[in-house]
């Protein structure tokens, strides 16, 4: 097989790659590990900046998110047992956010990819990448077509490493070539997805003594609540009880708010951590989304910084087949860079100022209740969590 780019990895950084190279004529082939079913299915991400909402529609592909998607034009910071809105409508130009779950976005790129009959591959195994030092790289990889196993050949003019953080792309840089800038945090998060009508109309962040709690949703028939827990929590000993008793206790407020309690239908621990490496690219290699770096959840950045990569490498890439340039490419990680690292302070800073921390004193905590106060208070400090949150403008 041939094509012009080889993307690895069908999450949202390689679905939105590949819609945008359609749309300027450029040819790929898409090679994903697992199966369509499990990938729809996947229960991750549910916010959706402005930027990523405005893509969706001006690729074809907005039509289930308008109908579905719930608008957010707010978020509440609860601390001290009471809430203070932050309104990203006055405060961040007009713009707001969407809820819409990520396995939604998949399922309605995943369809437009397969009604434009472009080529995709479920169910790679063994994916090796090569040459990617030359002009002329390749991907093999065997797949699970019916009655046949045999190694396949993709030859490409560039490979877009799409594949996640514990995907094959990073780790075909030669060593030494990365630089890896990391933090762990020593705490996850609990999810849960419950069959109860959201108790708030807007997200809730909270901070609490016995560690930070999140109140979002999917639907008005489905909750999504975090809990802050141990990096390993051990969920057999979260019974459903346990769980609603402690976002009660973490949620609660002194006005009487109530939090309706549901069937809880998903579970789920994530670990927290802060990732990049440098440079996002190598040879005919450019890596995007997680693959490249790793946001912790709490300010709802990962996938849409995985939009704002490929929506970067889509234009060199576009610049490089209309006229032959390279100058764009040669820039890809630079300028995706200044974003990253924009968003990963953004991503820390929400982090520590709503969690506890095992090694937190009566300082650190006062400071916390300080700053929350501040930012709930001057016009400055919640204009710049609201112009963060919604999503900083593209380059
Ligand atoms: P992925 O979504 O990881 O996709 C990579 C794809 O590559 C996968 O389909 C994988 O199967 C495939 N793959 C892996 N290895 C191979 C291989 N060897 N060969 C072929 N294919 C391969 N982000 C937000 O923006 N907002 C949120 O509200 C938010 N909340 C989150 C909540 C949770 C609980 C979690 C876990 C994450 C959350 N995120 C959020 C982060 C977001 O889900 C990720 O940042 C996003 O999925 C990154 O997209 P990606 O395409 O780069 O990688
Ligand atoms: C959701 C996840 C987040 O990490 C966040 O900050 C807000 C919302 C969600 O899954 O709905």
């Given at each position: ?231 390993d929590e051990n969920l057999a000993l979260w019974p459903d009880d346990r769980i609603w008793h402690e976002l009660q206790k ?146």
């Open positions: 097989m041939r094509t012009q780019i080889a993307i690895i990895g069908a999450g949202p950084a390689g679905l939105f790659l590949s819609l945008l190279l359609d749309r300027l004529g450029i040819q790929s082939v898409i090679l994903e590990l697992h199966t369509r079913q499990y990938i729809e299915g996947r229960v991750r991400a549910g916010l959706l900046e402005h930027n990523t909402v405005q893509l969706m529609h001006e690729l074809g592909v907005g039509d289930r998110l308008k109908r579905q998607g719930l608008e957010h034009g707010g978020i509440e910071l609860r601390f001290n047992n009471r809430g203070h809105r932050i309104d990203f409508r006055e405060l961040a130009s007009g713009k707001c956010v969407t809820i819409y779950a990520q396995h939604e976005v998949i399922k309605d790129l995943v369809a437009a990819r397969l009604a434009a009959n472009k080529p995709m591959l479920f169910e790679t195994a063994n994916l090796q990448l090569h040459a990617i030092d030359s002009t002329s790289p390749y991907v093999t990889f065997q797949h699970n077509a019916p009655g046949q196993k045999s190694t396949e050949r993709l030859d490409c003019d560039f490979i877009a490493g799409c594949d996640g953080f514990h995907g094959v792309s990073r780790t075909s840089i030669p060593q030494g070539v990365l630089t890896t800038y990391e933090r762990d945090y020593p705490f996850g998060w609990l999810g849960i997805l419950a069959q109860a009508p959201p108790s708030s109309h807007e997200l809730i962040y909270a901070h609490h003594d016995r560690g930070f709690a999140l109140l979002s949703m999917r639907s008005p028939q489905v909750s999504r609540l975090y809990l802050q827990c141990a990096p973490r949620l609660a407020t002194h006005d009487g708010w109530k939090l309706t309690e549901g069937p809880i239908i998903q579970k789920g621990v994530t670990g927290m951590r802060s990732f990049v490496v440098e440079p996002m690219q190598y040879g005919r290699l450019c890596l995007a989304g997680d693959s490249a770096h790793i946001v912790p959840p709490t300010g709802a950045k990962g996938l849409n910084l995985a939009v704002a990569d490929v929506r970067v490498l889509a234009v060199a890439l576009g610049a490089y087949y209309s006229t032959g340039t390279t100058d764009l490419l040669a820039q890809y990680s630079a300028t995706c860079l200044r974003r990253v690292w924009k968003v990963q302070r953004f991503s820390w800073w929400m982090t520590q100022l709503l969690h506890r921390f095992p090694d937190d004193n009566p300082f650190d905590h006062r400071r916390q209740l300080a700053e929350l106060d501040y930012v709930t208070t001057s016009r400055a400090a919640s204009q710049t969590l609201a112009e963060n949150y919604v999503g900083l403008p593209l380059p």
